[in-house]
Nanobody
Framework: QVQLIESGGGLVQAGGSLRLSCAAS????????MGWFRQAPGKEREFVAA????????YYADSVKGRFTISRDNAKNTVYLQMISLKPEDTAVYYC?????????????????WGQGTQVTVSS
């Protein structure tokens, strides 16, 4: 019953910034833990960041700590991923996801709903 639509991806140079958005349907958006994952060609989908509710707790992969910030605006049913100091290794399709349990924020298989993904390409 939840639909997620990502946007904000694009092509940037190393060191640049992007802000990804994920718009979700439903009035119960605030009850879901929201996560961001990414997948590069030939690679497994990997965890990037997650937020259980507004104000935290938040979780980040070691590779993005200090550079990425996840936030949510429940009034707009939207979760964001602010990315700064982007590196070529950040290049991937980024997916947002929603889960109802909030117990396994970093495990893709525990999420119930997924967006279609948005491409982020970081050039050297």
């Amino acid at each position: 019953q939840v639909q997620l639509i990502e946007s904000g991806g694009g092509l940037v140079q190393a060191g640049g910034s992007l802000r990804l958005s994920c718009a979700a349907s439903g009035r119960t958006f605030s009850s879901y833990a929201m996560g961001w994952f990414r997948q590069a060609p030939g690679k497994e989908r990997e965890f990037v960041a997650a937020i259980v509710r507004t104000g935290g707790p938040t979780y980040y992969a070691d590779s993005v700590k200090g550079r990425f910030t996840i936030s949510r605006d429940n009034a707009k049913n939207t979760v964001y991923l602010q990315m700064i100091s982007l590196k070529p290794e950040d290049t991937a399709v980024y997916y947002c996801a929603a889960e109802t349990s909030s117990l396994f924020p970093s495990i893709p298989g525990k999420y119930d709903y997924w967006g279609q993904g948005t491409q982020v390409t970081v050039s050297s």
